[in-house]
């Protein structure tokens, strides 16, 4: 009996701790609508709420754009079409311009790149966490550059 009380009471100072941690974490950043500001850096956010997006020159969240919403501000009605990860519909139901890190799929939606690829249509090549643009082969010396580039056609 006298174990189970300790036990219990144990767990209750466990409970106390952690609910104690993680509000002073979240209570570290100071930005409106943020879920995560930049660790040492509470005025500055890294994660808005859904329906704001980070403006990336002040740090802050400002609300999506009308017509947007979710995370990012990323979803939007093409029509009567709901399209998620993209920025702009074409004259139909269709996505035309996706964001950085998907390509328009041939139904007109936003499909998430291929893992190793990235940037706009998913043209860019990931080397070890940096996106190059033009790679072909990531440099396996050097990390994150490029071994060989890609030849542009005009």
Sequence with gaps: MLLAENCNKMLMSMSVVLLLVRSSASASCEVDYCTECVPDYPDNCMI???????DVETGK?????????????????CWLTTRVNCLECSSTDRCWT???????????GCGACAEGTGGYECQDLICNGVALTNCKT????????????RILTS
Excluded: F, I, N
């Design 138 to 149: 990531c440099d396996t010396a050097t990390e994150g550059t490029c071994a060989v580039a």
């Design 98 to 108: 996706c964001e950085d890190g998907y390509y328009v799929t041939w139904y007109g």
């Design 61 to 77: 969240c400002v609300p999506c754009p009308k017509g947007t919403w979710g995370p990012r501000c990323s979803t939007r009605k």
């Design 48 to 54: 808005c709420q859904d329906d704001y997006k980070l």
